[in-house]
């Protein structure tokens, strides 16, 4: 069974600093897609990036970007110009690449930013 | 932007109650999810749903637990007889068609179930 760790429970930066949220994930298969999710106060789920195992480029979503290792089974996310709004529990999460399956979630980390 | 949508947003019932959580996933998705989120813990997969039936449960997902898709829009999860433990945020989650080659989960605000 595939499993995700997140092991840094929380995080602080200052407002307009980079902070790297650290992932690592176990699995057999070859090809799968990582996420990370931001779940502000609100409890929403929402998609902050996506990364496909067989694509070489990191993903970027404007102030985000991923680092991700396949050999090393990592799975970082750069939050470069950090804002107030950034702030959020971050979910990283793991799915094979089987159309529907389920996404496996790492325990989170809390990422607080100060002004 | 289409949306997950979820109903109720909070709702409080007693131990041993029926309690019914709504959802409407996104139009065109093909696929459906629960999740649930114990306070202060990772999210878990509960159920996946697809050409109305159950595609994969965890399990924690046992015969207290189903889910349905009773019309063209909602998709349901029922807890039948409530339990403290079942305390949690409830998500559900849909993906659009599999001919999409990036198959990402949009998730529902949430429903937060109490259970007293």
């Known amino acids: 069974a595939q499993t995700v760790t997140q092991s840094q429970p929380e995080m602080s930066v200052q407002e307009a600093e980079t902070v790297t949220l650290s992932c690592t994930y176990d699995?057999?298969?070859?090809?799968?897609?990582l996420f990370w999710y931001k779940q502000p106060p609100s409890r929403q789920m929402i998609l902050v990036i996506r990364q496909e195992a067989y694509k070489q480029q990191n993903a970027t979503e404007n102030r985000f970007s991923v680092n991700f290792q396949k050999a090393a089974k990592s799975f970082s996310l750069k939050i470069s110009d950090s804002q107030l709004g950034d702030a959020a529990m971050y979910f990283c999460a793991y799915r094979t690449m089987e159309y529907g399956n389920k996404l496996v979630f790492g325990a989170g980390t809390i990422l607080r930013v100060k002004s | 932007e289409p949306e997950v949508t979820q109903t109720p947003s909070h709702q409080v019932t007693q131990m041993g109650q029926e309690v019914i959580l709504r959802c409407v996933p996104i139009s065109n998705h093909l696929y459906f999810y629960w999740y649930r989120q114990i306070l202060g813990q990772k999210v878990e997969f509960l159920v996946s749903f697809y050409n109305n039936e159950i595609s994969e449960k965890s399990e924690i997902f046992d015969d207290q637990f189903s889910v349905e898709r009773p019309d063209g829009s909602n998709f349901t999860l029922k807890i039948r007889s409530t339990k403290l433990e079942d305390s949690a945020m409830y998500f559900c989650?849909?993906?659009?068609?599999?001919?999409?080659?990036?198959?990402?989960?949009?998730f529902g605000p949430g429903t937060r179930l109490l259970v007293l």
């Open positions: 699995t057999s298969e070859s090809d799968y897609y």
């Open positions: 989650a849909s993906t659009p068609s599999r001919v999409a080659i990036e198959e990402t989960q949009y």
